[in-house]
């Protein structure tokens, strides 16, 4: 069995973080899997970010992040001098 640390990234609402898991490969069984306490690990953040909880979130994640959208379809931006362009 092989067991290697990635993150992950878990998104809810205006929030985003990234949480630091544990996958284990194995041959004889399903794989790649998480433990149980990255499970709720994840859930967790996933709950604290739901809840708007950040400060929550940051102690279990190794990142937090406000997401802003930039754009939306249809709408101008200032890539061209005349404002003619839309995204």
Do not use: H
């Amino acid at each position: 069995m092989s067991v290697r640390s990635v993150l992950r990234f878990v998104r809810c609402g205006a929030f985003a973080a990234e949480v630091n898991v544990e996958i284990f490969e194995d041959a004889r069984s399903w794989a790649p899997y998480l433990s149980l306490e990255d499970a709720y690990k994840l859930d967790d953040v996933r709950d604290a970010l739901r809840a708007g909880d950040v400060d929550r979130a940051s102690r279990l994640a190794e990142r937090v992040y406000r997401l802003t959208p930039v754009g939306v379809s249809g709408e101008t931006t200032g890539g061209t001098d005349d404002g003619s362009r839309s995204v």
